[in-house]
């Protein structure tokens, strides 16, 4: 990590408070890969960035959009900390992101793993689109509603709907602007669903937990993801008792402790389902369940599906450019599947047509005999 420096103001810096999404490619240390076409869209601004490996602290001006990093490419220490605070370190990589809604510049710096490019994605969301949303999802409410601060967490929705734009850019046909337009809308409800407050839950000296302690104990249960959950280390690691430890968790995240934790572990579990050839049982037994059973309805429970029927699936859609021919085939074959159904289901009709028409003409013939 990159000498300790002392903190740096936006007025010494001469980088102003706020910038458009636009104007933060100035701000952003690092090698634009997108052109100009390819990244201004009518909900969203994306630009990919491609990083140096050791990046001293700088200033990132705030902006009013909300704003999502994801991880493309690499691993990296990141360190991030407000004006004159203290540093606070996570470790990424493919597949983590940030998000952040605020209208305060902060720091940031990084180092990246050698011998790895490091490439983020940066993706700002419209202001009318996020408010649209809101508003569909909150009613009234949403007018007040903004997304809370994450840094490096992994959310395997965020994920598939980021690789699906990301991929878009890559291929070699002309970027589709009503699927690019559709994907950024589903992400944009997937974040006020999940990851937004309104003003009245967090307003200024309300019982909640800082920023910083809250990061650290999210740090110390990804560290632990293999163990089962513990209150009273978790209460530790802020500096509380649990009984309050529990309270002010949840009135910063909106649900408690342990379900966070769980959640965690379905998150990773989902990661190692796609990314790893390990069987159901290694995954359970890699984020700390003790039985496959007890992952499996655990996982059917937050997520709707079986680990099975996800493994399956992120086995035939992972690569969209490569696996073109397995999804052929897989729909293929359900269809192939629903067509001999339903012939037999016609052919069983038929033949009790056949049958009870048979039986009027014997029973007609007799009658008249």
């Not at 009613?139 to 490096?152: I, K």
């Not at 493994?311 to 696996?323: H, I, K, T, V």
């Not at 269809?335 to 069983?348: A, Y």
Request: hydrophobic share 35%; aromatic share 8%; net charge positive.
């Amino acid at each position: 990590m990159p000498p300790s420096s002392p903190p740096t103001t936006p007025e010494k810096s001469g980088i102003p408070e706020r910038t458009s999404p636009k104007g933060m490619d100035s701000f952003i240390p690092g090698h634009p890969l997108l052109g100009e076409q390819s990244r201004i869209w009518k909900d969203a601004y994306i630009q990919i960035f491609s990083h140096q490996q050791v990046k001293s602290s700088f200033v990132v001006p705030a902006v009013a959009e909300p704003m999502l990093v994801w991880v493309i490419k690499g691993s990296a220490t990141v360190e991030e900390r407000e004006t004159g605070g203290a540093w606070r370190k996570t470790t990424v990589n493919v597949g983590d992101f940030f998000l952040t809604h605020s209208l305060v510049p902060y720091e940031m710096r990084w180092e990246a793993q050698k011998g790895q490019s490091f490439e983020v994605m940066h993706l700002y969301v419209s202001i009318p689109l996020f408010e649209t949303v809101a508003a569909n999802i909150k009613g009234p409410a949403g007018r007040r509603l903004s997304l809370r601060e994450v840094s490096g967490q992994h959310d395997e929705t965020i994920s598939r709907f980021l690789h699906l734009l990301h991929h878009e850019f890559l291929a070699r046909h002309s970027e589709n602007s009503l699927y690019i337009q559709g994907i950024i809308q589903s992400l944009t409800v997937h974040l006020v669903r999940c990851y937004a407050q309104t003003a009245t839950e967090n307003p200024p000296g309300s019982s909640r937990l800082p920023a910083a302690k809250l990061h650290r104990v999210q740090v110390f249960l990804t560290t632990h993801i293999d163990q089962k959950f513990n209150l009273e280390q978790c209460a530790k690691e802020a500096g509380l008792s649990p009984f309050h430890f529990s309270r002010l968790f949840k009135q910063s995240t909106g649900i408690t402790p342990s379900r966070y934790f769980t959640r965690q572990k379905i998150a990773k579990s989902q990661q190692l389902l796609r990314e790893s050839e390990m069987n159901i049982l290694h995954v359970a037994l890699a984020v700390g369940f003790e039985n496959s059973s007890h992952f499996s309805q655990v996982f059917k429970r937050e997520t709707g599906l079986t680990p099975g029927n996800t493994a399956r699936d992120n086995a035939a859609f992972a690569a969209p450019a490569q696996n073109n021919s397995k999804i052929t085939t897989v729909l293929a074959s359900r269809r192939k599947k629903q067509i001999t159904q339903r012939r037999k289901l016609l052919l069983s009709h038929a033949r009790q047509v056949l049958k009870f028409r048979f039986h009027r003409v014997h029973v007609k013939g007799r009658r008249f005999r």
